[in-house]
């Protein structure tokens, strides 16, 4: 069984497995950014954890950035993936590439689906956080197992563009709690 658990900031040993993830996480994971390929343990104390808190806060973000709140998805003790929610979006986020949701999955864990039983538990999260209707996601053209992980979850695409296809997935009716689709 999955779940989507955001940082552990306490506990050491889960945090130096956190730490190994996003340490060996490529920089450019099929369009999921990651500034800290390689980043030392010392760094990710120092920086890359108090960075998460302020960003799932919204406190001191830089200019054109917007809450996030990163959760991993665990499966039988491993990291399995990571997934970025962003509640509210800004134009370049809503219209270019970004969308609400962002996610990785690790190879070794491809194909089992866990990256689409994530993104289900990413999205009730979002659900959450969000005023929006729809939530918006973007996946390459070139990566046909994001966009079946996306479309399993409700979603569509409504357009393509610039190597990306922008795909919209149903969030739910006004009392929040039950799915559109």
Request: hydrophobic share 35%.
């Amino acid at each position: 069984m999955c779940e989507l658990l955001q940082f552990d900031t306490e506990t050491e040993a889960v945090m130096r497995q956190e730490w190994e993830y996003i340490r060996e996480l490529p920089e450019d994971e099929n369009g999921f950014t990651n500034d800290s390929c390689g980043i030392s343990w010392e760094n990710f104390c120092g920086s890359y954890i108090p960075r998460k808190i302020r960003f799932a806060e919204g406190r001191n973000l830089p200019e054109g950035f917007v809450r996030q709140v990163d959760f991993l998805l665990w499966d039988g003790g491993r990291i399995a993936g990571m997934f970025c929610v962003r509640p509210r979006l800004n134009d370049f986020l809503r219209t270019v590439t970004g969308g609400h949701i962002g996610y990785a999955i690790r190879p070794e864990f491809r194909g089992r689906g866990l990256a689409t039983e994530g993104l289900r538990l990413a999205l009730e999260r979002l659900r959450d956080m969000t005023d929006d209707r729809e939530a918006y996601l973007f996946c390459h053209k070139d990566n046909p197992a994001s966009l079946r992980v996306m479309c399993k979850n409700g979603g569509y695409v409504h357009h393509g563009g610039d190597g990306n296809f922008a795909v919209r997935i149903p969030l739910c009716s006004t009392d929040k709690r039950e799915p559109v689709c």
